[in-house]
């Protein structure tokens, strides 16, 4: 009984490697458990993740900016305060003003006296 069989002789030794290499390339780019598409999925997951935590940053500034301001600021307190909530000085009108809605209806009609 031969040891390699009729095939593998008529590939001859650099057909063999050459299969050879073809297999650890493919094993390379698709096989394994860091395969080439497995890193570059995780260089793209990576950026994501690198660009969110910049945009939390920028809020967390932000909102350390806005806190340091109101923990200061008198003006800032009092603008707040007028804007969602309404509050007036003594001897000031508000007005508020709202934008119609579709189960408003039409106006009504003027009064012929």
Same mark, same amino acid.
């Given at each position: ?22 297999? &650890?390339? /493919? /094993? ?24 969110? &935590? ?16 109101? =923990?200061?600021?008198? &003006? ?13 000085? =003594?001897?000031?009108?508000? /007005? ?12 009504? &009609?003027?009064?012929? =006296?």
């Amino acid at each position: 009984m031969p040891l390699f069989p009729e095939r593998v002789r008529r590939l001859g030794f650099r057909g063999v490697l050459v299969l050879a290499w073809v297999a &650890a390339g /493919y /094993y390379l780019l698709f096989g394994g458990v860091y395969s080439v598409l497995d890193m570059r999925g995780l260089e793209r997951e990576h950026a994501s993740s690198l660009e969110r &935590a910049d945009s939390l940053i920028r809020l967390t500034d932000s909102l350390v900016l806005r806190g340091d301001s109101l =923990e200061t600021d008198s &003006a800032s307190i009092e603008r707040i305060a007028r804007e969602k909530h309404g509050l007036v000085r =003594e001897g000031e009108e508000l /007005y508020r003003f709202r934008e119609p809605s579709d189960t408003d209806g039409p106006p009504p &009609a003027p009064v012929d =006296e």
